[in-house]
């Protein structure tokens, strides 16, 4: 029987958009003039800032939160000051299902980010193997390997 370790409000919030701290605003959402060219190569104000929050939000979280409109409203408006977009085209951002997808993917080719494969997997699988068995990790849980767990 599987047991729940946060609650729904504790999931919420991690799927979410943390705080922004002064140096992570100009570090993440500062474009380089590569970035401009990339994000310009889209059709739309809407799409630009919304491709261009994308790209800032995957390498500050690791991840692009669902709710893209809740991003920090001081990188947003950088963003939009850069691109000289409205910032409240990002509402209307990504009305298409796939658009947002799309861009996603498009963003993590950009950075150079891909899919991790099999043999990652195992890799993975074999450091956290070793570092749970160097600090004496307890081994009590039914799948003490939660990766392996709920991996489908």
Not at 34 to 48: E, M
Not at 81 to 98: E, I, K, N
Request: hydrophobic share 45%.
């Amino acid at each position: 029987m599987a047991t729940r370790l946060f609650s729904e409000s504790e999931l919420a919030r991690w799927r979410g958009f943390p705080e922004i701290a002064c140096d992570e605003l100009i570090r993440f959402f500062t474009l380089s003039n590569a970035d401009l060219t990339f994000v310009r190569s889209h059709r739309g104000d809407a799409n630009r800032l919304g491709l261009a929050v994308q790209l800032c939000v995957l390498p500050w979280l690791g991840f692009v939160p669902d709710d893209l409109v809740a991003a920090p409203a001081a990188g947003v408006a950088r963003l939009a000051a850069r691109l000289d977009v409205p910032t409240g085209g990002l509402a209307s951002y990504g009305r298409r299902g796939q658009t947002r997808s799309d861009h996603l993917r498009a963003v993590a080719g950009y950075l150079g980010w891909r899919p991790v494969g099999e043999r990652e997997f195992k890799d993975l699988d074999a450091f956290l193997l070793a570092r749970a068995g160097s600090r004496g990790a307890p081994r009590r849980m039914g799948c003490w390997r939660p990766w392996r767990c709920y991996a489908s």
